[in-house]
Protein backbone atom coordinates (compact mmCIF):
# COMPACT_ATOMS: atom_id res chain seq x y z
CA UNK A 1 0.00 0.00 0.00
CA UNK A 2 1.68 3.20 -1.14
CA UNK A 3 1.93 6.19 1.40
CA UNK A 4 0.87 9.92 0.21
CA UNK A 5 3.85 12.25 1.48
CA UNK A 6 2.63 15.61 2.00
CA UNK A 7 5.65 18.17 1.28
CA UNK A 8 4.76 20.90 3.51
CA UNK A 9 6.00 23.99 2.45
CA UNK A 10 9.54 25.97 2.88
CA UNK A 11 9.28 28.25 5.85
CA UNK A 12 11.92 30.78 4.88
CA UNK A 13 10.19 33.64 3.07
CA UNK A 14 11.51 34.89 -0.26
CA UNK A 15 14.48 37.13 -0.30
CA UNK A 16 14.50 40.36 -1.93
CA UNK A 17 18.10 42.48 -1.37
CA UNK A 18 17.89 46.42 -2.67
CA UNK A 19 21.12 47.27 -4.23
CA UNK A 20 21.98 51.21 -3.88
CA UNK A 21 24.18 52.09 -7.23
CA UNK A 22 25.41 55.55 -8.58
CA UNK A 23 23.40 56.48 -11.22
CA UNK A 24 25.62 56.23 -13.84
CA UNK A 25 26.05 54.67 -16.95
CA UNK A 26 26.73 50.58 -17.00
CA UNK A 27 26.47 50.26 -12.72
CA UNK A 28 23.60 48.81 -13.36
CA UNK A 29 25.38 45.96 -15.35
CA UNK A 30 28.08 45.67 -13.33
CA UNK A 31 26.05 44.14 -10.67
CA UNK A 32 23.99 41.92 -12.89
CA UNK A 33 27.02 40.59 -15.01
CA UNK A 34 28.98 40.21 -11.66
CA UNK A 35 25.70 37.76 -10.49
CA UNK A 36 25.72 35.86 -13.95
CA UNK A 37 28.80 34.99 -14.08
CA UNK A 38 28.80 33.04 -11.12
CA UNK A 39 25.80 31.90 -11.99
CA UNK A 40 23.21 33.58 -10.37
CA UNK A 41 19.97 33.84 -11.95
CA UNK A 42 18.17 36.79 -11.45
CA UNK A 43 14.51 35.81 -10.60
CA UNK A 44 13.01 38.90 -10.62
CA UNK A 45 13.98 42.38 -11.01
CA UNK A 46 12.96 46.15 -10.95
CA UNK A 47 14.66 49.54 -10.85
CA UNK A 48 14.34 52.92 -9.13
CA UNK A 49 16.26 55.81 -10.88
CA UNK A 50 16.50 58.78 -9.35
CA UNK A 51 18.43 61.80 -9.75
CA UNK A 52 22.00 60.53 -7.65
CA UNK A 53 21.47 57.03 -7.18
CA UNK A 54 19.64 54.25 -8.49
CA UNK A 55 17.54 51.29 -6.23
CA UNK A 56 17.71 48.15 -7.79
CA UNK A 57 15.71 45.41 -6.18
CA UNK A 58 16.17 41.56 -7.10
CA UNK A 59 14.71 38.03 -6.26
CA UNK A 60 17.77 35.43 -7.24
CA UNK A 61 17.64 31.82 -6.96
CA UNK A 62 20.76 31.77 -5.00
CA UNK A 63 20.34 34.45 -2.05
CA UNK A 64 23.55 33.10 -0.06
CA UNK A 65 25.87 33.53 -3.38
CA UNK A 66 24.55 36.90 -4.69
CA UNK A 67 24.90 38.04 -0.06
CA UNK A 68 28.84 36.79 -0.87
CA UNK A 69 29.31 38.79 -4.30
CA UNK A 70 27.63 41.61 -3.04
CA UNK A 71 29.36 41.65 -0.10
CA UNK A 72 32.75 40.66 -2.27
CA UNK A 73 32.41 43.68 -4.85
CA UNK A 74 31.53 46.49 -2.35
CA UNK A 75 27.93 47.23 -3.20
CA UNK A 76 25.25 48.98 -0.57
CA UNK A 77 22.27 46.49 0.11
CA UNK A 78 20.03 45.56 2.43
CA UNK A 79 18.06 42.47 2.60
CA UNK A 80 14.18 42.32 2.83
CA UNK A 81 11.34 39.37 3.19
CA UNK A 82 8.82 39.74 0.71
CA UNK A 83 5.61 38.22 -0.15
CA UNK A 84 5.18 36.30 -3.48
CA UNK A 85 2.17 34.73 -4.74
CA UNK A 86 1.60 32.82 -8.34
CA UNK A 87 -1.11 34.55 -10.45
CA UNK A 88 -2.97 33.44 -13.71
CA UNK A 89 -4.32 35.92 -15.39
CA UNK A 90 -5.20 39.71 -15.29
CA UNK A 91 -8.67 38.65 -13.19
CA UNK A 92 -6.40 36.61 -10.44
CA UNK A 93 -4.04 39.92 -10.32
CA UNK A 94 -7.22 41.95 -9.33
CA UNK A 95 -8.52 39.29 -6.90
CA UNK A 96 -4.71 38.91 -4.90
CA UNK A 97 -5.45 42.47 -4.45
CA UNK A 98 -8.81 42.56 -3.25
CA UNK A 99 -7.60 39.73 -0.97
CA UNK A 100 -4.40 42.31 0.65
CA UNK A 101 -7.70 44.88 0.57
CA UNK A 102 -10.03 42.29 2.57
CA UNK A 103 -7.18 42.05 4.98
CA UNK A 104 -7.09 45.84 5.30
CA UNK A 105 -2.66 45.81 4.36
CA UNK A 106 -1.13 48.78 2.57
CA UNK A 107 1.11 47.26 -0.49
CA UNK A 108 4.26 49.51 -0.38
CA UNK A 109 5.52 48.08 -3.79
CA UNK A 110 5.32 45.25 -6.38
CA UNK A 111 6.51 44.11 -9.15
CA UNK A 112 6.64 40.91 -11.58
CA UNK A 113 8.86 37.78 -11.66
CA UNK A 114 10.69 37.53 -15.05
CA UNK A 115 10.41 34.33 -15.49
CA UNK A 116 9.51 30.85 -13.66
CA UNK A 117 9.61 27.02 -14.68
CA UNK A 118 6.56 25.66 -15.91
CA UNK A 119 6.11 28.89 -17.56
CA UNK A 120 3.68 30.26 -13.94
CA UNK A 121 3.70 34.03 -13.40
CA UNK A 122 4.53 35.32 -9.88
CA UNK A 123 4.10 38.67 -8.29
CA UNK A 124 6.68 40.01 -5.82
CA UNK A 125 4.69 42.08 -2.93
CA UNK A 126 6.02 44.51 -0.51
CA UNK A 127 3.17 44.85 2.29
CA UNK A 128 2.96 45.65 5.94
CA UNK A 129 2.64 42.62 7.84
CA UNK A 130 3.98 39.90 5.26
CA UNK A 131 2.58 37.61 7.74
CA UNK A 132 -1.19 38.95 7.44
CA UNK A 133 -0.97 38.94 3.66
CA UNK A 134 0.56 35.25 3.49
CA UNK A 135 -2.57 33.96 6.03
CA UNK A 136 -5.02 36.10 3.26
CA UNK A 137 -4.16 35.04 0.39
CA UNK A 138 -4.01 31.45 1.17
CA UNK A 139 -7.08 31.93 2.85
CA UNK A 140 -8.20 33.02 -0.47
CA UNK A 141 -6.89 29.78 -2.56
CA UNK A 142 -3.88 31.24 -4.05
CA UNK A 143 -0.23 29.67 -4.03
CA UNK A 144 2.38 31.43 -1.50
CA UNK A 145 5.89 30.71 -2.68
CA UNK A 146 8.79 30.78 -0.32
CA UNK A 147 12.42 31.22 -0.89
CA UNK A 148 12.55 26.80 -1.50
CA UNK A 149 10.29 27.29 -4.41
CA UNK A 150 12.26 29.17 -6.53
CA UNK A 151 15.71 28.36 -5.72
CA UNK A 152 17.63 25.99 -7.11
Do not use: C, W
Amino acid sequence: MAVAVTRLPPSDPVLQFTVFIPNRLGRLHEVTRRLFERSVHILALTVLDTTDSTILRIIVDDPDLARGLLQEHGFAFTETAVVVVEIAGERQLQDVLAALVEAELNIHYTYPFLNRPAGKSALVINVEHPEVAVESLRRHQFAVLYQGDVSR
